[in-house]
């Protein structure tokens, strides 16, 4: 995809001094960013063509978030209009076109980090994944001495490398290659050799202009050696998503890694030529290791796929219950939230856990997980996101006004830097407290198995209870013709005033209208059939049960 470029320049961990920008850049960046905010309505109406069944899209999740510190699926159907992001992505094809022709050539192409929720992404995914490729490629980055004397991320190794390309087709291939380079160090700061360094994964993703998506799973590790030593940041690009097992097969790549870096490229190959695994499926790779000899190494895919991307203990690690809460309400009802923290990894597992907060809902407009410094100014939006941002940055940030910015960081003073001020209110008082008690099973040692099954346990019953009631509002005057929603009579058949409140909000939100239209345009014989509709039923019927014994 077209957008701004920006010089990268390295050579110190720390930020030292801010890297100088053009003037003109500046200048162009406020006055198309102020230009776009003073444009302030949120659009609904996402586009849908209709042939997407709502439960196939959520059959099977996506996600990315890794497992130790910090993604999704561009299924079949990509011609899926972005909505608000899909104008972000034209404007910086304007930003790029009006600053290029002041930038040197060797300056990298950015692709812009839009991500969808990890649900939606990964649940495009249908096929039996066998006979589909792990990865695309794999490219190792590290910060290079330039002739300036500075360090600049270089793509040192890329496996495999592709043959037969047509021009446009290298062009592409080229631009998401740069792009990999500003994802992978986002940090836009001097760097210089290190002799300590705390390895870190996380997770991206790469959306073009046309809407195409490719998932990047990034671990960064100081390579063994003495003395002084660039980091490396080893990059998968796959087109499934499935952060679970690529962060066990980062794990491989750093063992090797330990050894020798020849090392890494068999067990690559031999990763490559395996299919990947279906839900509940597992597949082994076999891989020789001197001194060790041939080892196995198994991958399982869990069976509640859409969980499999999500680790839901780092967001219970840097929030109470109470603050999960409130950030759950902001995000229900689409509104703009920064979180910011130190870690990249902290990033990108508690913006994705968040987002699979919502299931069956789908979060639809920009989610970011970790902001390059060069893309900041996208906070000025004013559609809704959800964005991660380093901490360093967050004096860029804080100025913006009805937003909720979230500080993940220990040592910090206050959670909620800025806030509405209402996020406690949101949410029927009574729902809210059945969510806190059933959070309550959970505790501090809780395993990630134990989380997956308690989290999902706490959230999903609200949804149900909230607006579990749709199917009875959805007009078919034939079965082969689609449905027609009933707003009106949806609210009105609901008892409670302050759950009828909180849904005559909701019920406007983008993720809500994709969901109806979805259930709209499916055929007849399908209602009933989904795992929220299940869950529906087996809530209505336990119901039924205590009504029928009082």
Same mark, same amino acid.
């Given at each position: 995809?077209?957008?701004?470029?920006?010089?990268?320049?390295?050579?110190?961990?720390?930020?030292?001094?801010?890297?100088?920008?053009?003037?003109?850049?500046?200048?162009?960046?406020?006055?198309?960013?102020?230009?776009?905010?003073?444009?302030?309505?949120?659009?609904?109406?996402?586009?849908?063509?209709?042939?997407?069944?709502?439960?196939?899209?959520?059959?099977?999740?996506?996600?990315?978030?890794?497992?130790?510190?910090?993604?999704?699926?561009?299924?079949?159907?990509?011609?899926?209009?972005?909505?608000?992001?899909?104008?972000?992505?034209?404007?910086?094809?304007?930003?790029?076109?009006?600053?290029?022709?002041?930038?040197?050539?060797?300056?990298?192409?950015?692709?812009?980090?839009?991500?969808?929720?990890?649900?939606?992404?990964?649940?495009?995914?249908?096929?039996?994944?066998?006979?589909?490729?792990?990865?695309?490629?794999? %490219?190792?980055?590290?910060?290079?001495?330039?002739?300036?004397?500075?360090?600049?991320?270089?793509?040192?190794?890329?496996?495999?490398?592709?043959?037969?390309?047509?021009?446009?087709?290298?062009?592409?291939?080229?631009?998401?290659?740069?792009?990999?380079?500003?994802?992978?160090?986002?940090? /836009?700061?001097?760097?210089?050799?290190?002799?300590?360094?705390?390895?870190?994964?996380?997770?991206?993703?790469?959306?073009?202009?046309?809407?195409?998506?490719?998932?990047?799973?990034?671990?960064?590790?100081?390579?063994?050696?003495?003395?002084?030593?660039?980091?490396?940041?080893?990059?998968?690009?796959?087109?499934?998503?499935?952060?679970?097992?690529?962060?066990?097969?980062?794990?491989?790549?750093?063992?090797?890694?330990?050894?020798?870096?020849?090392?890494?490229?068999?067990?690559?190959?031999?990763?490559?030529?395996?299919?990947?695994?279906?839900?509940?499926?597992?597949?082994?790779?076999?891989?020789?290791?001197?001194?060790?000899?041939?080892?196995?190494?198994?991958?399982?895919?869990?069976?509640?796929?859409?969980?499999?991307?999500?680790?839901?203990?780092?967001?219970?690690?840097?929030?109470?219950?109470?603050?999960?809460?409130?950030?759950?309400?902001?995000?229900?009802?689409?509104?703009?939230?920064?979180?910011?923290?130190?870690?990249?990894?902290?990033?990108?597992?508690?913006?994705?856990?968040?987002?699979?907060?919502?299931?069956?809902?789908?979060?639809?407009?920009?989610?970011?997980?970790?902001?390059?410094?060069?893309?900041?100014?996208?906070?000025?939006?004013?559609?809704?996101?959800?964005?991660?941002?380093?901490?360093?940055?967050?004096?860029?940030?804080?100025?913006?006004?009805?937003?909720?910015?979230?500080?993940?960081?220990?040592?910090?003073?206050?959670?909620?830097?800025?806030?509405? /001020?209402?996020?406690?209110?949101?949410?029927?008082?009574?729902?809210?407290?059945?969510?806190?008690?059933?959070?309550?099973?959970?505790?501090?040692?809780?395993?990630?198995?134990?989380?997956?099954? %308690?989290?999902?346990?706490?959230?999903?019953?609200?949804?149900?209870?909230?607006?579990?009631?749709?199917?009875?509002?959805?007009?078919?005057?034939?079965?082969?013709?689609?449905?027609?929603?009933?707003?009106?009579?949806?609210?009105?058949?609901?008892?409670?005033?302050?759950?009828?409140?909180?849904?005559?909000?909701?019920?406007?939100?983008?993720?809500?209208?994709?969901?109806?239209?979805?259930?709209?345009?499916?055929?007849?014989?399908?209602?009933?059939?989904?795992?929220?509709?299940?869950?529906?039923?087996?809530?209505?019927?336990?119901?039924?049960?205590?009504?029928?014994?009082?």
């Amino acid at each position: 995809m077209t957008s701004p470029r920006g010089t990268w320049i390295f050579s110190s961990m720390r930020s030292k001094t801010r890297p100088s920008q053009d003037e003109g850049e500046n200048n162009f960046r406020r006055r198309l960013f102020s230009s776009f905010r003073g444009e302030r309505q949120r659009s609904k109406g996402a586009e849908d063509d209709g042939t997407t069944d709502i439960e196939k899209r959520r059959a099977l999740s996506d996600g990315g978030i890794e497992t130790s510190k910090g993604v999704f699926l561009p299924g079949e159907d990509q011609d899926q209009e972005l909505g608000a992001m899909k104008r972000f992505s034209s404007m910086f094809s304007s930003f790029r076109g009006k600053i290029s022709k002041d930038r040197a050539s060797k300056e990298p192409d950015l692709l812009v980090s839009t991500e969808l929720s990890p649900v939606e992404e990964k649940s495009k995914e249908q096929r039996y994944a066998s006979g589909q490729f792990f990865f695309e490629y794999l %490219v190792v980055v590290t910060p290079k001495l330039t002739k300036e004397g500075t360090y600049e991320p270089q793509i040192i190794y890329q496996f495999p490398k592709k043959d037969g390309m047509v021009r446009f087709q290298k062009e592409e291939e080229e631009k998401t290659l740069k792009a990999l380079k500003l994802f992978c160090f986002p940090e /836009g700061v001097n760097w210089a050799p290190l002799t300590e360094y705390c390895s870190e994964t996380f997770s991206f993703v790469l959306t073009d202009v046309d809407g195409s998506r490719k998932n990047g799973y990034c671990r960064r590790l100081l390579p063994y050696g003495k003395g002084a030593r660039p980091p490396e940041a080893y990059c998968i690009i796959s087109n499934v998503a499935c952060f679970g097992l690529f962060s066990n097969i980062f794990d491989e790549v750093e063992k090797r890694r330990k050894i020798s870096m020849a090392m890494i490229y068999p067990f690559m190959q031999s990763l490559r030529e395996s299919a990947f695994p279906a839900p509940g499926h597992t597949v082994s790779i076999k891989s020789f290791i001197p001194e060790r000899g041939t080892e196995t190494i198994s991958l399982t895919r869990p069976t509640d796929s859409w969980l499999e991307h999500v680790d839901f203990r780092t967001l219970f690690n840097c929030l109470s219950d109470e603050e999960v809460l409130l950030v759950f309400a902001a995000t229900v009802l689409e509104r703009r939230i920064i979180f910011i923290a130190e870690e990249l990894g902290t990033l990108s597992q508690v913006i994705h856990a968040v987002a699979v907060l919502l299931y069956p809902f789908i979060w639809q407009h920009t989610l970011i997980s970790i902001i390059p410094e060069i893309l900041i100014d996208v906070v000025m939006a004013p559609t809704p996101y959800l964005l991660g941002v380093q901490k360093r940055l967050a004096d860029q940030v804080t100025d913006q006004t009805e937003v909720l910015v979230v500080d993940l960081s220990e040592d910090r003073k206050e959670t909620f830097i800025k806030c509405m /001020g209402d996020e406690d209110t949101i949410l029927p008082h009574k729902l809210k407290e059945e969510i806190r008690q059933a959070l309550g099973a959970k505790n501090d040692k809780s395993s990630l198995e134990e989380l997956n099954q %308690v989290v999902p346990e706490a959230f999903l019953p609200f949804f149900i209870k909230t607006v579990g009631h749709f199917a009875k509002h959805i007009v078919r005057n034939d079965k082969d013709k689609q449905g027609e929603f009933q707003p009106r009579n949806f609210c009105k058949a609901i008892e409670s005033k302050s759950t009828r409140r909180f849904v005559k909000k909701f019920v406007q939100t983008q993720m809500f209208d994709l969901f109806i239209q979805e259930v709209e345009q499916r055929p007849a014989s399908q209602d009933g059939t989904g795992f929220f509709e299940r869950k529906i039923a087996e809530y209505q019927k336990k119901m039924r049960e205590r009504a029928k014994k009082h």
